[in-house]
């Protein structure tokens, strides 16, 4: 990618929104990031991706290396409806959450559509395998796939740089897949990447995502408490996010 059209999609990011200590980027809406992403005419923007929540924010301002995880990242966009709110009372306008597992469909869609070739990393052997055949049976350009369990990472950088892709997505969890993220980028930079967690799970139905009612009200957070209680302690500390919001911390 030349430097001038570098350039022109960097100028192309919409403003910058501070959360606690994270800039989140106050994209309209998913159309406007997939097309950052992924233009209609020019290069497949090279650089990363991550997903902001108020769980994030809470832990990145205490916790120094998550932080700079975040913060190496070229986007980061409003998963959570709380940093959502935060964001549109300090900009008076509408900000757009932005799910990550929706995005990573969409963007699956706008790579099928484009025949960008992507390289899926990450998941349980079988599931990894559902998720290349869907994938290649929607029209998208897979040119690699490789499951989380692999043992040897130079094999993994090698068979990237041979595939040559445009779009990387990992799901590891973070904050290791996004570790992996910084050091594929090193070794192979005119990609996007994209750290996707449990989003290939959901993909092949081998994980239920929350009913479309209650991602329509914003409680997906509220859907995953009632199938694991074992996250109320998660879910508590978000109070401290709350209280934030309240008083005008973020």
């Known amino acids: 990618m030349s430097d001038m059209m570098q350039t022109a999609q960097q100028t192309a990011m919409p403003e910058q929104v501070k959360i606690g200590v994270i800039d989140v980027a106050a994209f309209k809406d998913m159309t406007a990031l997939l097309e950052y992403i992924v233009p209609a005419n020019g290069p497949v923007f090279a650089g990363s991706a991550i997903a902001v929540n108020p769980e994030k924010v809470l832990t990145a301002s205490h916790n120094t290396s998550l932080r700079q995880v975040i913060e190496a990242a070229d986007i980061r966009y409003a998963d959570g409806i709380g940093v959502v709110k935060a964001m549109r009372r300090r900009l008076k306008r509408h ?4 799910p990550g597992c929706e995005l990573w469909q969409a963007l699956m869609l706008r790579a099928a559509k484009y025949q960008v070739p992507v390289f899926i990393v990450g998941a349980k052997p079988q599931v990894l395998a559902q998720t290349h055949d869907k994938l290649i049976a929607g029209g998208t350009l897979v040119v690699g796939a490789v499951d989380g369990y692999f043992k040897d990472e130079a094999a993994l950088i090698a068979q990237i740089k041979q595939c040559d892709p445009r779009i990387i997505t990992v799901a590891m969890g973070s904050p290791r897949q996004e570790l992996l993220i ?9 990609c996007f990447y994209m750290g996707v967690g449990g989003t290939y799970d959901v ?4 994980v239920k ?3 479309a009612l209650w991602c329509k009200l914003n409680l997906e957070w509220a859907y995953r408490l009632v199938l694991q209680p074992s996250r109320i302690g998660r879910q508590l500390g978000l109070m401290r996010y709350l209280w934030w919001y309240w008083t005008g911390k973020v």
């Open 95 to 98: 900000v757009a959450r932005i």
């Open 203 to 206: 993909y092949t139905g081998n």
């Open 209 to 211: 995502r929350a009913p």
């Open 182 to 190: 910084q050091r594929l980028q090193q070794a192979h930079p005119d």
